[in-house]
């Protein structure tokens, strides 16, 4: 194996990508397994519609954490699957706000639990402590760099 293998084997953004890549892998499985046709990104914009009603596309970006234009593909998509509906913000005709329809919401009770049983799979070979500071970590680091992006957008 040569040095430049090593190295990259042990880059954070190589490693990163590889835990996402299996964390991926193992969400579409376990959706797969339960004959439900949802995605990660979906899952996550389901949730975040869940706990913040109401809010435009832009916001929801921001709390999955996606481009506005990629967001806006996943926003389409939900529609189309009736699980979330866009309705003209009454204090901005010119806005939308997004809702979680009730199949949405039936939708998302039912993953919830199979994600929830699938974060610690995603973490094997680590004991419950490792996994809390890796969490810990990762949030730290998340947090860097959003606050990082934000200083070079206002720049």
Not at 89 to 98: F, G, I, K, Q, V
């Amino acid at each position: 194996m040569s040095d430049l293998e090593l190295e990259i084997d042990t880059q954070p953004a190589t490693l990163i990508r590889r835990l996402n890549q299996i964390a991926v892998a193992r969400f579409t499985s376990t959706m797969s397994a339960a004959q439900l046709d949802l995605t990660p990104v979906q899952y996550a914009a389901l949730a975040a519609l869940k706990a913040h009603p109401g809010v435009d596309q832009a916001t929801l970006a921001t709390h999955v954490g996606y481009d506005r234009a990629t967001l806006g593909k996943v926003v389409e998509r939900l529609e189309a699957k009736t699980l979330l509906i866009r309705e003209v913000d009454p204090r901005d005709r010119r806005a939308r706000c997004l809702r979680i329809t009730q199949n949405g919401a039936q939708l998302l009770s039912k993953v919830h639990p199979l994600v929830e049983a699938l974060q610690p799979r995603i973490l094997d070979g680590l004991t419950a402590a490792e996994r809390k500071e890796l969490i810990r970590l990762l949030e730290k680091a998340t947090r860097a760099q959003f606050s990082v992006s934000r200083e070079t957008e206002q720049a």
